[in-house]
């Protein structure tokens, strides 16, 4: 009997040694940056653009014909009071679509071919792990920030239909009620914006980069934020003015600014979470 459980032992102990011990990924480590650093990351994103511009025009044509396709169906629905926020809203999704743009800065980086298939191979199979979570929260913000703009409408402006959008931009910019219901609504988008864009800064690239969870890639990202207030908010900021500016000519601006922020966006990325190496030494 005690040979029998001698033997039991030996080959438990056999298939344990052949079970390679579970290392959990080292936590990203948050550095300090300065505006400079933002200044820097853009330049470098531009030159990302520059060296392959093919991937950031299509992927800014991808946004843009969104953004038009949306436009046409609020006026197909008769819905134009919705344009302006759905306008604003539009850019809460400009992380998830620049998901493509970070895989080529990243291939770059590790000196990779560049090439259609495995670029948009990686965004589909991306879409089904950690990063399909986080573009849920992203529209999920999206529905919230709409849901909130039709219930101020209703507060402020009542029930009212708006046969076109110059009757809604002239009732929103010319009566006490339309005043109050811009004032509150563009508050109310400034904080949702603000707090959508700590959850995303640096999640999307770090999900792309890391084997992390999205619950992980979300809390260092609000880390970032919080322990770089100044320079991040700062380059969201920037983001939003770009997107406004680009958005004016039918989004037609777009196929410039998104591919030249999304490149930025993950040269930033670089800067503010530190290498795996460093984050397993410290």
């Given at each position: 009997m005690a040979q029998e459980t001698t033997g039991q032992d030996q080959v438990q102990g056999q298939a344990?040694?052949?079970?390679?011990?579970?290392?959990?990924?080292?936590?990203?480590?948050?550095?300090?940056?300065?505006?400079?650093?933002?200044?820097?990351?853009?330049?470098?994103?531009?030159?990302?653009?520059?060296?392959?511009?093919?991937?950031?025009?299509?992927?800014?044509?991808?946004?843009?014909?969104?953004?038009?396709?949306?436009?046409?169906?609020?006026?197909?629905?008769?819905?134009?009071?919705?344009?302006?926020?759905?306008?604003?809203?539009?850019?809460?999704?400009?992380?998830?679509?620049?998901?493509?743009?970070?895989?080529?800065?990243?291939?770059?980086?590790?000196?990779?071919k560049l090439a259609w298939g495995p670029i948009l191979g990686v965004i589909f199979s991306q879409s089904k792990r950690e990063l399909g979570w986080m573009a849920f929260v992203t529209l999920f913000v999206l529905i919230i920030w709409l849901y909130q703009v039709r219930l101020l409408l209703a507060l402020f402006l009542g029930f009212q239909s708006f046969a076109t959008l110059g009757d809604f931009l002239n009732v929103v910019f010319t009566t006490p009620e339309g005043l109050l219901f811009l004032l509150v609504g563009n508050v109310v988008g400034a904080l949702l914006a603000l707090g959508l864009f700590s959850l995303t800064v640096i999640s999307f690239p770090l999900l792309l980069d890391r084997d992390v969870d999205f619950i992980t890639a979300m809390i260092a990202s609000v880390k970032s934020v919080v322990m770089n207030p100044k320079p991040m908010i700062g380059w969201g900021l920037f983001i939003v003015l770009g997107l406004i500016l680009a958005s004016i000519p039918f989004f037609l601006g777009l196929l410039i600014i998104l591919p030249a922020l999304g490149h930025a966006s993950w040269r930033l990325y670089q800067k503010v979470v530190a290498p795996p190496e460093e984050a397993a030494a410290g």
């Open positions: 344990a040694a052949m079970v390679p011990e579970y290392k959990p990924a080292p936590q990203p480590v948050i550095r300090e940056i300065t505006m400079e650093d933002v200044q820097a990351a853009f330049y470098e994103g531009l030159n990302d653009f520059r060296a392959a511009p093919a991937y950031g025009l299509f992927f800014g044509a991808v946004y843009a014909a969104g953004g038009i396709l949306m436009l046409a169906l609020v006026i197909a629905l008769d819905a134009v009071y919705l344009a302006y926020p759905l306008a604003a809203g539009f850019a809460l999704i400009g992380p998830f679509v620049a998901v493509g743009l970070y895989e080529v800065s990243r291939r770059r980086d590790h000196g990779e």
